[in-house]
């Protein structure tokens, strides 16, 4: 084990050996939210009074008797307790009854190029009348409602109402199939199910309501469907159960009381979509969930709700959507920008085109989208007006310093801060960030935990690295938006997060991690996704980086191979700037640079050129179906991917023109 620690310490050294450095801008400084230092001395001094400051930001019907109580035993936190509180109260009704009313919380832009605009006001009215509409389709506090929808408006308000009226969401994902909507429904105990007939996708139709239907075959909890009508065409229908959404929300009064939710109650679950046959149901609560996000969207984006417009370019139906689409920007009072369609249609400008048709100031995307947007080029961004844009943000898997610096420099214009942010569904909020105003960053580098946040990088037995060092991040601290329990298994939960550490009271989000000589954490992905070549661990982030610091390459996957001589031999697929086939020359040039970047010992055995990668909707590289690939294993479920024929031609491609040396 010592050798293989020498070994990734020497890799993480040379991958991270990252020396550019940016200040926060003097103008930037002078009007930050946040800009001295000294907050987060104050925050680590008495975490429980920082977080109750920032639960005092939003409107409580009642004060919390205690800011955490935390039983260690089962690692359950209860913060805020005796508050009452309701997310969707926070989320509209104050803005609206301050006066706000008029200000837009979503301007939407439908992928044929539709537009919709709501105000509060008016998103305050849909949402009661959908609350009021579940209601009288017998849902109830406490009830499960299953959401099944594409990115329009009314999956925001489907969110609110549930949360107005004390029903526990469950929001699918829109590209997720009838069996995973049915696992979900099932795990749940769903009582009813918002839908749409269907949605668009890439100028095609997705069947979202036929695919609900396959699902509740096997679903007997569901007695009630509301099915929107987004498309038109004709879709089948059970008399009783299924009610169109323009029939039954809009009879209903723009009126509805919000319920008083204790701050442990239940606010949503959110299922992961690991590779494990049952899904995990993450469980979050209202007062402290709704604490962390706000706070950490407010500071960590800067926001000034008089003047910013903001992007999150994520689907909420995974966590960044609920949380940096939904509830935090809308706590904030922020007009944010709301998408149906992907980045490449009509054409690879569509995300230029809305940033400057909707003077966005604040855009948050994902690594593999700008790394997508390299391979595709500077020419489509330069094609429009992006000079309104302040502040960049990156999320859902660590960025390569080379793809930070292009975010910086051609969609960001060299003026804007970039924050680089780490997080989980189950942290439900932010955890590592730069503050804007505050830190000075490093390309590559998530910086530091969030004020009142407390993280460690630790050895395999829990002991704290020096820094320069790098192993497994753990936090050390309870935090506000932490989840709860994992839905109906607490045992589960337990063991997915507390086991490993669980003795010294950390929680495990299984992420490797290096700490700098300046306490800068840079977060290396999952600790399953290390490969083990011939007795030296290497994590596929880092061989990845360093196929991306080549100037030819815009993009690349590793995954292992079984290999009888060295155990696991490393096979990576790689997108060339501006498409096309490399040849056995550039692959055995590839193979020499990440050697020289890592070491011999990281020299890719097979290099695999392709024009795109297997990608989920929200942009994550499905490294899962590369692996069955490399193991002529048939394909697991693609149900969750951008374009499922990617996947199909990267394995013919394999197959047909391998690069082995």
Same mark, same amino acid.
């Given at each position: 084990?010592?050798?293989?620690?020498?070994?990734?310490?020497?890799?993480?050294?040379?991958?991270?050996?990252?020396?550019?450095?940016?200040?926060?801008?003097?103008?930037?400084?002078?009007?930050?939210?946040?800009?001295?230092?000294?907050?987060?001395?104050?925050?680590?001094? *008495?975490?429980?009074?920082?977080?109750?400051?920032?639960?005092?930001?939003?409107?409580?019907?009642?004060?919390?008797?205690?800011?955490?109580?935390?039983?260690? !035993?089962?690692?359950? !936190?209860?913060?805020?307790?005796?508050?009452?509180?309701? !997310?969707?109260?926070?989320?509209?009704?104050?803005?609206? *009854?301050?006066?706000?009313?008029?200000?837009?919380?979503?301007?939407?832009?439908?992928?044929?190029?539709?537009?919709?605009?709501?105000?509060?006001?008016?998103?305050?009215?849909?949402?009661?009348?959908?609350?009021?509409?579940?209601?009288?389709?017998?849902?109830?506090?406490?009830?499960?409602?299953?959401?099944?929808?594409?990115?329009?408006?009314?999956?925001?308000?489907?969110?609110?109402?549930?949360?107005?009226?004390?029903?526990?969401?469950?929001?699918?994902?829109?590209?997720?199939?009838?069996?995973?909507?049915?696992?979900?429904?099932?795990?749940?105990?769903?009582?009813?199910?918002?839908?749409?007939?269907?949605?668009?996708?890439?100028?095609?139709?997705?069947?979202?309501?036929?695919?609900?239907?396959?699902?509740?075959?096997?679903?007997?909890?569901?007695?009630?469907?509301?099915?929107?009508?987004?498309?038109?065409?004709?879709?089948?229908?059970?008399?009783?159960? *299924?009610?169109?959404?323009?029939?039954?929300?809009?009879?209903?009064?723009?009126?509805?009381?919000?319920?008083?939710?204790?701050?442990?109650?239940?606010?949503?679950?959110?299922?992961?979509?690991?590779?494990?046959?049952?899904?995990?149901?993450?469980?979050?609560?209202?007062?402290?969930?709704? +604490?962390?996000?706000?706070?950490?969207?407010?500071?960590?984006?800067?926001?000034?709700?008089?003047?910013?417009?903001?992007?999150?370019?994520?689907?909420?139906?995974?966590?960044?959507?609920?949380?940096?689409?939904?509830?935090? &920007?809308?706590?904030?009072?922020?007009?944010?920008?709301?998408?149906?369609?992907?980045?490449?249609?009509?054409?690879?400008?569509?995300?230029?085109?809305?940033?400057?048709?909707?003077?966005?100031?604040?855009?948050?995307?994902?690594?593999?989208?700008?790394?997508?947007?390299?391979?595709?080029?500077?020419?489509?961004?330069?094609?429009?007006?992006?000079?309104?844009?302040?502040?960049?943000?990156?999320?859902?898997?660590?960025?390569? &310093?080379?793809?930070?610096?292009?975010?910086?420099?051609?969609?960001?214009?060299?003026?804007?801060?970039?924050?680089?942010?780490?997080?989980?569904?189950?942290?439900?909020?932010?955890?590592?960030?730069?503050?804007?105003?505050?830190? #000075?960053?490093?390309?590559?580098?998530?910086?530091?935990?969030?004020?009142?946040?407390?993280?460690?990088?630790?050895?395999?037995?829990?002991?704290?690295?020096?820094?320069?060092?790098?192993?497994?991040?753990?936090?050390?601290?309870?935090?506000?938006?932490?989840?709860?329990?994992?839905?109906?298994?607490?045992?589960?939960?337990?063991?997915?997060?507390?086991?490993?550490?669980?003795?010294?009271?950390?929680?495990?989000?299984?992420?490797?991690?290096?700490?700098?000589?300046?306490?800068?954490?840079?977060?290396?992905?999952?600790?399953?996704?290390?490969?083990?070549?011939?007795?030296?661990?290497?994590?596929?982030?880092?061989?990845?980086?360093?196929?991306?610091?080549?100037?030819?390459?815009?993009?690349?996957?590793?995954?292992?191979?079984? *290999?009888?001589?060295?155990?696991?031999?490393?096979?990576?697929?790689?997108?060339?700037?501006?498409?096309?086939?490399?040849?056995?020359?550039? !692959?055995?040039?590839?193979?020499?640079?990440?050697?020289? #970047?890592?070491?011999?010992?990281?020299?890719?055995?097979?290099?695999?050129? +392709?024009?795109?990668? &297997?990608? +989920?909707?929200?942009?994550?590289?499905?490294?899962?179906?590369?692996?069955?690939?490399?193991?002529?294993?048939?394909?697991?479920?693609?149900?969750?991917?951008?374009?499922? +024929?990617?996947?199909?031609?990267?394995?013919?491609?394999?197959?047909?023109?391998?690069?082995?040396?």
């Amino acid at each position: 084990m010592a050798d293989q620690t020498s070994d990734q310490g020497q890799a993480i050294e040379a991958l991270f050996a990252e020396k550019r450095t940016f200040a926060p801008a003097p103008e930037f400084q002078k009007t930050a939210q946040w800009k001295d230092p000294a907050v987060y001395e104050r925050a680590a001094k *008495d975490f429980e009074s920082f977080w109750a400051e920032q639960a005092h930001r939003l409107d409580w019907f009642e004060q919390w008797k205690t800011v955490l109580q935390w039983d260690d !035993a089962r690692k359950a !936190a209860r913060w805020f307790d005796g508050g009452l509180i309701n !997310a969707s109260y926070n989320c509209l009704d104050r803005h609206v *009854d301050a006066g706000h009313g008029s200000q837009v919380a979503f301007a939407w832009e439908g992928e044929p190029g539709d537009t919709r605009t709501f105000t509060y006001a008016e998103l305050l009215a849909e949402t009661c009348r959908l609350a009021n509409a579940l209601k009288e389709l017998g849902v109830k506090r406490g009830d499960r409602v299953a959401i099944y929808m594409g990115m329009v408006p009314e999956l925001p308000a489907a969110l609110l109402a549930c949360s107005r009226i004390g029903a526990i969401h469950s929001v699918v994902f829109g590209g997720f199939s009838a069996d995973s909507l049915r696992d979900r429904i099932q795990d749940g105990s769903c009582k009813a199910l918002i839908t749409q007939d269907q949605g668009w996708r890439r100028g095609n139709k997705i069947l979202l309501k036929n695919i609900a239907d396959d699902a509740l075959k096997a679903s007997p909890s569901i007695e009630k469907v509301i099915v929107l009508k987004r498309v038109g065409d004709a879709v089948d229908w059970t008399p009783g159960r *299924d009610h169109w959404y323009h029939d039954v929300v809009a009879r209903q009064s723009d009126k509805c009381e919000p319920e008083k939710m204790a701050a442990e109650d239940p606010l949503y679950i959110l299922y992961s979509s690991g590779t494990t046959a049952r899904p995990k149901g993450i469980m979050h609560t209202t007062g402290g969930y709704l +604490t962390g996000v706000s706070s950490t969207h407010q500071y960590i984006f800067d926001i000034d709700p008089s003047r910013d417009v903001f992007w999150c370019t994520a689907d909420i139906g995974w966590v960044t959507g609920h949380s940096y689409i939904v509830y935090g &920007p809308l706590a904030n009072r922020t007009t944010s920008v709301l998408y149906e369609g992907t980045p490449d249609f009509p054409d690879k400008d569509r995300f230029w085109a809305i940033v400057e048709k909707y003077n966005v100031t604040v855009l948050y995307t994902a690594p593999t989208a700008i790394r997508t947007f390299m391979k595709w080029g500077p020419e489509y961004p330069k094609r429009h007006d992006m000079s309104s844009l302040r502040l960049l943000g990156s999320v859902g898997e660590p960025i390569n &310093p080379e793809a930070w610096i292009w975010y910086s420099e051609q969609i960001g214009g060299g003026r804007c801060p970039v924050v680089d942010t780490w997080w989980q569904t189950e942290t439900g909020m932010i955890m590592l960030s730069p503050l804007p105003g505050i830190t #000075k960053t490093k390309p590559g580098s998530a910086t530091f935990p969030y004020p009142g946040v407390f993280a460690d990088v630790v050895d395999q037995s829990g002991k704290s690295v020096p820094l320069g060092g790098g192993g497994y991040i753990v936090i050390t601290k309870p935090w506000p938006a932490m989840l709860r329990t994992l839905w109906g298994d607490h045992e589960r939960y337990l063991a997915t997060y507390w086991s490993k550490f669980g003795h010294l009271g950390y929680y495990f989000p299984a992420d490797g991690c290096k700490r700098d000589e300046e306490g800068y954490y840079w977060l290396l992905g999952r600790v399953d996704d290390v490969m083990n070549v011939s007795g030296h661990r290497i994590s596929t982030m880092e061989v990845e980086s360093a196929f991306v610091d080549h100037p030819m390459v815009a993009e690349s996957a590793v995954v292992s191979k079984k *290999d009888d001589i060295t155990g696991e031999a490393i096979a990576a697929f790689v997108t060339l700037k501006g498409g096309g086939i490399g040849s056995k020359e550039d !692959a055995d040039n590839l193979r020499k640079h990440v050697a020289s #970047k890592i070491g011999a010992f990281a020299r890719p055995k097979y290099i695999t050129f +392709t024009p795109d990668l &297997p990608k +989920t909707r929200s942009g994550k590289i499905m490294r899962r179906l590369l692996r069955d690939v490399m193991e002529n294993r048939p394909l697991g479920d693609t149900t969750t991917l951008a374009d499922a +024929t990617v996947v199909k031609n990267i394995a013919d491609l394999a197959q047909s023109s391998p690069t082995e040396e």
